[in-house]
């Protein structure tokens, strides 16, 4: 006898399987066990199948939006030490003009950006490829680092360094996100 699983101690998902495995494996005869024919057979897993393909949808929408959640908050977590970097750096007086002028642009850039990828997660809102529970985060300002003395005492090379590596993962989290949105750019 192949005892049927018992399906209260177990996630919807897993009991459904497990039920489904049961009825596949059941033996005619067997307590509790009914002869199903190939059409039920065949209709249950398609069924089964169905549901995988509706979770993974919405696995893979859930995805898109943590990316652009992601990238938004990377962001917008940069606004408040980069003000506070141009303020720093305009003291140096060794500092050519060149990096100064390079630090503001820097900060102008982050902020065309940010109001860049808002109007990309805008039109995906738009269009349905994501949900709008992104709304209100894209603009918030209260979702930047606060300034700690710790950070005020990081070297110039070491914030620039962290900041061009949160950069570089912006560029790529933004190249990710585009081909699981836009596939057909053979990414």
Not at 72 to 99: M, R, Y
């Amino acid at each position: 006898d192949i005892p049927r699983p018992d399906a209260a101690a177990l996630s919807a998902g897993a009991a459904a399987a497990l039920a489904l495995l049961w009825l596949l494996v059941c033996v005619p005869g067997d307590a509790g066990c009914h002869p199903l024919t190939v059409a039920d057979l065949f209709d249950r897993v398609i069924r089964h199948s169905g549901r995988i393909h509706s979770l993974s949808t919405a696995l893979y929408a859930e995805l898109r939006e943590e990316l652009t959640h992601v990238i938004l908050k990377l962001l917008q977590a940069w606004k408040e030490p980069l003000s506070h970097f141009n303020q720093h750096i305009e003291h140096h007086q060794e500092l050519p003009d060149d990096s100064l002028s390079k630090a503001k642009q820097i900060s102008n850039m982050v902020h065309e950006l940010k109001t860049g990828v808002e109007k990309v997660t805008e039109k995906m809102q738009s269009m349905g490829i994501i949900s709008n529970s992104l709304n209100g985060m894209a603009s918030s300002e209260d979702t930047g680092l606060s300034i700690s003395n710790e950070a005020n005492m990081m070297s110039d090379s070491d914030f620039i360094h962290c900041f061009r590596r949160d950069s570089n993962k912006v560029q790529s989290y933004l190249k990710i996100l585009k081909c699981r949105i836009m596939p057909e750019n053979s990414c």
